[in-house]
Every structure is written in structure tokens, then in C-alpha cells.
């Protein structure tokens, strides 16, 4: 029994599942803890939506995204590596953004029209910074790490990352509040 444990354990995906199910919690509770606000409560059941979310769609997503790369570019030349990670940037990465958004935003309790106004209004400026800095990671990603071990670097990398999306996610929409105050007048 112990040796298909432990045969278990060293597929990525398992891998990647028990990692994202304990990373993008604790970067949720990062987050919360480095918030500017005078609101030090930490909400363990946001943590928890991480944990679900990361476990659950992002790891999956990812394994499945590089394993679809490994396969479209077997060449394990710097060219192949970096249009991996250029590709993996303009269609992966705003696919995983976009989800992000959308599905945070039903875990917290909003409708599908939230969701979509979530998307609209934090995709963009998120994609941007994203573009500078995921093409880098992933060239290294690939052109460095054992196919074995991506799934955990890019863990450690996303749990910079995730610490910033849970930003972004939290962060009060300036368009609202200024709407809020036109309406206060």
C-alpha cells in the first residue's frame, strides 16, 4: 500500500494538487496579513476558497497546459523553450487570469454577471504585469528545470504571484469608490 502511496505521490499532478492546496492558501493569508488596511482580521474562509481553487483548477490546468507544451515542442532547444513560454502567455496565462477572477468571485458569493465585471475590470492591468514577468520565469522553467520538477518551480514562482492575484482580487475598485462618493454629495 505504502509503495503506490509513494508511487502516487511522484506523478506531477499529485504533486502539484498537494502543492497548490497549501500554497495559494498561505499566499491568500499573506495577503490579508500585508493589506494596508487597519483591518488585521484574517479570513480563514477566503484561505480555504484558495486552497479549493488552487488544488482544484489550478494545478489540474497547469499540468495539463505543460504537458500539451512538452508535447506541441519536444525540442529542448532555448528557441523551443522561449516560444513555449511566449505561447504559454498569450493563451494560457489569460486563460488562468480570467479564471482566476471568475471563479474567485463565485466562490466568494457573486453572480455570473459579478464574475464577468470582475474580469472586465481587473484583467487587463493583472495581464500586463504578467507579461513581464511569467515569459521570463517560464524560459528558465523550461530551459533549466527537470520536466519532473516545472510543476514545483512554477509553484514557488505562483506563489509570488498568487500573493499579488489575491491582491489585485481584494483591492477596492477606484471606478466604485469615486461613484460611491459622486453619490455621497
Known sequence: MWSKIFK???HGLVRGV???????????????????SGNKNI??????????????????????WMRFASYVWPSMTIT???TKAVVEQFSYGPFAMASFFFFM?????????????????????????????????QTINYCVIPSKNRLIF?????????????YKKYEKNKSIEIADKKTDL
Open 43 to 64: 479570513d480563514l474562509q477566503r484561505a480555504a476558497k484558495f486552497s479549493v481553487y488552487g488544488g482544484l483548477y489550478v494545478a489540474p490546468t497547469l499540468y495539463a
Open 105 to 137: 468571485t463565485l466562490l466568494d458569493g457573486g453572480t455570473i454577471e459579478d464574475a464577468k465585471t470582475e474580469v472586465q475590470e481587473k484583467f487587463v492591468s493583472t495581464w500586463k504585469i504578467a507579461v513581464m514577468v511569467w515569459p521570463v520565469l
Open 8 to 10: 502516487a505521490s511522484n
Open 80 to 82: 523551443s523553450h522561449i
Open 154 to 166: 512554477v509553484s514557488i514562482a505562483g506563489f509570488v504571484w498568487t500573493t499579488f492575484l489575491a
Open 18 to 36: 498537494a502543492i497548490y492546496s497549501v500554497t495559494w492558501p498561505v499566499s491568500s493569508l499573506i495577503q490579508q496579513a500585508l493589506q494596508p
